[in-house]
């Protein structure tokens, strides 16, 4: 009988040994224990760039979103990093670190997976503009909830054309109400062109691409050892991210998680992230959701997340925003393809000693909480900082193959097929 592991599982085997002399660097350090999410207090700003808001004009709102990605050592977890997120120059909400982790048949998930805070994000944000336009048009709407499921695809895996796509995004809104089908699809297609991160993924958006190899940017960021013993992180006395029971969703199909073949590495490799998203049902921010998201795919959590969007409402936001979510996704996402390029190079001689990420995604919305609200992802910028003491050129084609392998940040820089219905009291309406 053939020995069946998850996809990344594989690279982390490759990846023990590495990443066994990668944490003796620091062995006398004690480990720190981090929470899956964590408010912060001071925010560390990305070194490689200096964080800018957009100055929004005619009634729109601008959100700017930065992120700065690390490792974090740990010899039983390779893929197991850290970032911190923050929306630039608004106080009313604050930063936040989070932790990431793969799983894998000789590995337990301790934190969501790069594509599972990317999922979260897009159908939390989706929610959001439900939401708005619920209220905007005075609508009747008992209940209301948006499922998902993002199609992501690697092809010519441990090669020199190694790629990774999101080839489509299936989102989904069930609405319970009394009003008529022409309303809410009406509520459809508005909440749709509000969307900005459903916009970011549909037409191509400009990338600011940087690759410095060993800079001084560093800052003090250097990866360290580091565990996380729980599922439940808690932020004023509230539950925000654990583990929850698997999903059953009522209008896309899902599936038997995915298990690979050792001997048989498929091409191209297929898997997918599927999603909830509803309402936390807080009368003071109402716009908190709760969130469960999980990659299909053998020995990966299904996680119970919290995101905030109430913007404009008195009070501590409660969790982070589903754009936080949504970057900080696409950040965790390209550390992963770092962290499994480096034994493809490591294995042509060319040692990685330390890498790190950092973004701005910058979103807006026209005419914000108006009939004729827009949304859009008008630029992100992109750096990735790599040390070693291999040469530059090797060293830049690491970055670029891993640039290319990041499912998520395909998603954002080319066209990517979206397709939504919606469905009131649980019949599509055409």
């Not at 944000?125 to 199609?151: A, G, N, W, Y």
């Not at 609405?175 to 008529?180: C, L, T």
Request: hydrophobic share 35%.
């Amino acid at each position: 009988m053939k020995t069946k592991l998850s996809t990344l599982s594989i690279i982390a085997a490759l990846l023990i040994s590495v990443s066994t002399a990668y944490a003796q660097k620091d062995v006398n350090q004690s480990p720190k224990v981090y929470q899956v999410e964590t408010r912060l207090g001071n925010y560390t700003r990305p070194t490689t760039f200096t964080p800018t808001k957009a100055v929004p004009v005619n009634g729109a709102i601008s959100e700017n979103v930065a992120a700065t990605t690390q490792n974090i050592l740990n010899k039983e977890a390779p893929f197991l990093k850290k970032g911190l997120v923050k929306l630039i120059g608004e106080e009313q909400f604050s930063a936040w670190e989070l932790v990431s982790d793969e799983g894998g048949s000789a590995h337990h998930q301790t934190a969501p997976n790069p594509l599972t805070y990317y999922a979260v994000g897009a159908s939390s944000s989706l929610l959001t503009q439900v939401e708005r336009f619920i209220q905007i048009l005075d609508l009747d709407v008992e209940d209301v909830k948006v499922e998902s499921k993002i199609f992501f695809r690697w092809s010519d895996p441990m090669s020199g054309q190694w790629s990774g796509y999101t080839d489509s995004v299936i989102s989904n809104i069930l609405i319970k109400s009394s009003e008529s089908p022409e309303k809410i699809k009406m509520l459809k297609e508005k909440a749709l062109k509000a969307w900005a991160v459903g916009e970011g993924l549909a037409k191509k958006t400009t990338i600011d691409v940087g690759i410095l190899i060993n800079a001084d940017d560093w800052g003090g960021l250097h990866a360290r050892p580091g565990k996380v013993e729980s599922p439940i992180s808690v932020d004023n006395g509230r539950t925000i991210t654990t583990v929850a029971p698997d999903l059953n969703l009522k209008t896309v199909e899902v599936e038997k998680d995915l298990t690979l073949d050792m001997h048989n590495f498929p091409n191209p490799f297929i898997f997918t992230e599927i999603s909830l998203a509803e309402s936390a049902h807080d009368a003071s921010r109402p716009y908190l959701h709760k969130i469960r998201a999980k990659s299909l795919t053998e020995n990966y959590q299904t996680w119970e997340l919290y995101a905030d969007d109430s913007r404009g409402y008195e009070g501590l936001d409660n969790a982070p925003t589903s754009r936080d979510y949504f970057t900080i996704g696409t950040s965790f996402c390209l550390m992963s393809q770092l962290t499994a390029n480096r034994m493809y190079f490591q294995k042509q001689g060319i040692n990685i000693d330390d890498f790190r990420v950092e973004h701005q995604f910058n979103y807006q919305q026209d005419n914000f909480m108006t009939p004729t609200m827009t949304g859009h992802l008008d630029y992100v910028i992109t750096r990735v900082i790599v040390k070693s003491a291999a040469a530059k050129e090797a060293l830049t084609n690491y970055a670029k193959q891993a640039l290319r392998m990041c499912f998520a940040g395909e998603g954002v820089q080319n066209e990517t097929e979206m397709k939504s219905n919606i469905y009131l009291n649980g019949m599509i309406v055409k």
